[in-house]
């Protein structure tokens, strides 16, 4: 099973960036999905999560600014992010808890975005 993200990149500040992460691989199943992100210097942080049945949570930080939303059929979960802001630059990972013969915790290999300002 692989978790691949892409649609990082170099945006200035208040732009938008849409960001994509497709699971693939022999599993049975996804549950929630999510992103992540580290910034440099930090640990990594939740940024936004969702359901199977598509209810979804996000860090303070990104309310109202940063919509989840999945694929089911795609196997895609994506990320649009509104009036981006410096302190958002930090390299993304996606997250999907995924069904294999067991329940695993599987990781993206992370995708940069750079906010200038």
């Known amino acids: 099973v692989q978790l691949q993200a892409s649609g990082g990149g170099l945006v200035q500040a208040g732009g938008s960036l849409r960001l994509s992460c497709v699971a693939s691989g022999s599993f049975f199943s996804i549950n929630d999905m999510g992103w992540y992100r580290q910034r440099p210097g930090n640990q990594r942080d939740f940024v936004a999560s969702?359901?199977?049945?598509?209810?979804?949570n996000y860090a303070d930080s990104v309310k109202g600014r940063f919509t989840i939303s999945r694929d089911n059929a795609k196997n895609t979960v994506y990320l649009q992010m509104n009036s981006l802001k410096p302190e958002d630059t930090a390299v993304y990972y996606c997250?999907?808890?995924?069904?294999?013969?067991?329940?695993?915790?599987?990781w993206g290999q992370g995708t940069l975005v750079t906010v200038s300002s």
């Open positions: 997250n999907a808890l995924i069904v294999t013969q067991y329940l695993g915790n599987y």
């Open positions: 969702i359901t199977t049945g598509g209810r979804t």
